[in-house]
């Protein structure tokens, strides 16, 4: 019987007379059960690959990302080239690496902005309700009837083409999304009664907002954050192909793709890789993602 | 129903205001003055002087009418619009609604198409993986969602093109048949119909739970008529939701499709609108576009209200 409690428990097993209770901090909860998700688990070993792979491009390869050499233009795969080089010569593997470093920064920088913006909107939305709570989500709706990449599209449009822009742009998109599950994660947090009792020994509403609330809707706000880095990463390159970002000698993988777009006769190899490249963070990003939200709360629904 | 009816549509009417609003201001939000950089290249052309008259900057200005108070350069926009008219575009001074209204048969054309797919490709996939959880079927069309929901839709299209367009010389790449549509269409419908496959398949799982179903199979129907008669009519209902959200991806894809296609269409229209920094231009497009979201998430919800009689309206 004791061992079943135990083992329900997730407890070491009781030896003799003296009882060792392995208590597990959350934290350790939660990492148990990422591991034991393959496909986050996957997901993990291949992002940091990935980030491995861009941090150290100069060490796995000595080609220059801008380097043009007119003498090796359109060639295929091959040992010294592993994914071939592209009509000026350039080699695709090391373009696809330094512009690796790009989507990263993108996804990241982009995350930020939508956290930054977001999250205290959210928190201001939920946690002082009336006038504050209704002005804001008329504000979230408004910016929701701009569908996917439109309201990233507007944004550059007012504040022009550009990398940083359009950083700014796509950050700017993912606010609603923050905003509105913050704001719900908050008026559910609310109802809890450690909240109540915190009222009862006389803390005030910021107090109970950033001591309280704040930590207990925190694992809705770290998925979504993950999610939102592929996500970014994906509208990133999109626009980038538009011609909102970055201008054509950079190694960006929506670039390359726009690049590589005129040659697809001649070399597919140069339109297949960055293409793959933003496929794989993407999922990879997706898997540590929905690894993270079962692991932190399994019964945690996601937009 | 007819008041809520009511209600839904009056609850719209703010949020078609709000965007009004926010397309109006875009013209006001601009780090740059777009009277000052119109003027400047109307200079430029005649006298190399960079320095615009101060006379014709107001002349300019008077023009545009950005001289009024903002309430009423507000209100004189949203009834232009109402009216179809959305100024004149800064490049080449034709009128921005025949522009866009000239373009907007292509890209209706574009969306229908790739609405087809994603519906048929989401749903005959989503049914498929429901049917039988865990099955071979299962995991396939899972991974295809899986595929769909994470790869650039600007890729699949130069791979479709290349592929079928042309390494097997099996579909045009361009021309404006029906046959061209038909990558277009692939490449603009395959991300919602893999958002539609996994909410088919979650949501067809759980009513294969439900009681009504072992009914019909203890009755001694076959699978398929258990499936697509009493299950599937339950288990759309969620699905319809996500199709009207996922009208606005087809909105915002069909830039990225038109562009990889180099197909004529209001999304290519307004990206050269960006680049060129012809506001107007892009101002008609978003607010065309918020409002054909904002309205088709309302025919979604009376539609949602119809099929559903079980949702109140209170």
């Given at each position: 019987m004791a061992e079943i409690a135990d083992k329900v428990a997730g407890r070491a097993p009781t030896t003799g007379g003296r009882q060792r209770i392995h208590v597990r901090s959350r934290a350790n909860l939660v990492f148990r059960r990422f591991v034991a998700n393959r496909g986050a688990t996957a997901g993990a070993v291949a992002l940091s690959f990935l980030i491995l792979a861009a941090a150290s491009a100069p060490i796995?390869?000595?080609?220059?990302?801008?380097?043009?050499?007119?003498?090796?233009?359109?060639?295929?795969?091959?040992?010294?080239?592993?994914?071939?080089?592209?009509?000026?010569?350039?080699?695709?593997?090391?373009?696809?690496?330094?512009?690796?470093?790009?989507?990263?920064?993108?996804?990241?920088?982009?995350t930020a902005v939508g956290t930054g913006i977001g999250v205290p909107a959210g928190l201001a939305a939920g946690g002082i309700g009336g006038t504050?709570?209704?002005?804001?989500?008329?504000?979230?709706?408004?910016?929701?009837?701009?569908?996917?990449?439109?309201?990233?599209?507007?944004?550059v449009a007012i504040l022009g083409t550009g990398l940083t822009?359009?950083?700014?742009?796509?950050?700017i998109g993912s606010v609603p999304g923050f905003a509105r599950v913050v704001r719900g994660s908050v008026l559910a947090a609310r109802e809890h009664?450690?909240?109540?009792?915190?009222?009862?020994?006389?803390?005030?509403?910021?107090?109970?907002?950033?001591?309280?609330?704040?930590?207990?809707?925190?694992?809705?706000?770290?998925v979504l954050a993950t999610l939102n880095v592929g996500s970014a990463i994906l509208a990133g390159s999109t626009l980038n192909f538009l011609g909102m970002g970055a201008k054509p000698p950079s190694p960006e993988w929506g670039i390359m793709l726009a690049d590589g777009r005129d040659t697809l006769t001649r070399a597919w190899w140069v339109s297949v890789f960055p293409g793959l490249a933003i496929m794989v963070t993407t999922m990879s990003i997706n898997f540590v993602g929905d690894g993270l939200r079962q692991a932190l709360d399994p019964r945690m629904k996601m937009p | 129903m007819q008041r809520y009816?009511?209600?839904r549509l009056i609850q719209t009417i703010p949020?078609?205001?709000?965007?009004?609003?926010?397309?109006?201001?875009?013209?006001?939000?601009?780090?740059?003055?777009?009277?000052?950089?119109?003027a400047m290249e109307a200079t430029t052309g005649t006298a190399p002087t960079t320095e615009v008259s101060d006379e014709m900057y107001q002349s300019l200005r008077r023009q545009l009418g950005l001289d009024r108070p903002l309430p009423e350069q507000f209100v004189r926009f949203v009834w232009k619009a109402v009216h179809g008219d959305f100024g004149k575009s800064f490049r080449n001074n034709r009128s921005v609604g025949e522009m866009l209204f000239e373009q907007l048969p292509h890209t209706l054309r574009l969306a229908l198409a790739g609405l087809s797919v994603m519906l048929a490709m989401g749903l005959v996939l989503g049914v498929a993986a429901g049917q039988r959880p865990n099955s071979w079927l299962d995991t396939a069309s899972m991974t295809v969602a899986i595929f769909g929901v994470s790869m650039p839709i600007f890729w699949l299209g130069l791979m479709l093109l290349y592929v079928f367009a042309l390494w097997l010389n099996l579909l045009p790449a361009v021309g404006t048949g029906p046959a061209a549509l038909l990558l277009p269409a692939i490449t603009l419908g395959f991300q919602g119909s893999a958002i539609i496959a996994r909410l088919t398949r979650s949501s067809l799982v759980e009513v294969m739970h439900s009681e009504y179903v072992r009914t019909a199979r203890a009755k001694g129907l076959r699978?398929?008529?258990?499936?697509?008669?009493?299950a599937l009519r339950n288990a759309l209902i969620p699905v319809v939701t996500v199709v009207g959200l996922q009208f606005g991806g087809l909105l915002s894809g069909a830039?990225?499709?038109?562009?990889?296609?180099?197909?004529?269409?209001?999304?290519?229209?307004?990206?050269?609108?960006?680049?060129?920094?012809?506001?107007?231009?892009?101002?008609?497009?978003?607010?065309?576009a918020g409002v054909a979201y904002v309205c088709s998430n309302l025919l979604v919800d009376v539609f949602y209200a119809v099929i559903d009689p079980r949702i109140r309206y209170a």
């Open positions: 796995l390869t000595p080609y220059d990302y801008a380097r043009i050499a007119p003498s090796s233009t359109y060639q295929r795969p091959s040992t010294e080239h592993p994914f071939g080089t592209d009509r000026f010569g350039r080699d695709v593997f090391a373009r696809v690496l330094y512009g690796g470093r790009l989507s990263l920064q993108v996804g990241l920088i982009a504050v709570d209704n002005v804001l989500m008329r504000v979230i709706d408004v910016m929701l009837a701009f569908p996917g990449l439109l309201l990233a599209i507007g944004i822009n359009l950083m700014i742009a796509v950050g009664e450690y909240v109540l009792a915190a009222r009862a020994i006389g803390c005030t509403e910021w107090t109970m907002m950033v001591r309280h609330i704040l930590p207990n809707v925190m694992a809705p706000i770290i | 009816l009511a209600r949020v078609l205001l709000g965007v009004s609003l926010a397309v109006f201001l875009m013209l006001h939000a601009l780090p740059v003055d777009p009277v000052r950089m119109l699978d398929r008529r258990v499936v697509l008669r009493h830039v990225v499709t038109e562009t990889v296609f180099a197909r004529p269409g209001v999304g290519r229209l307004a990206l050269q609108g960006v680049i060129e920094r012809d506001f107007p231009l892009v101002q008609g497009f978003v607010l065309l």
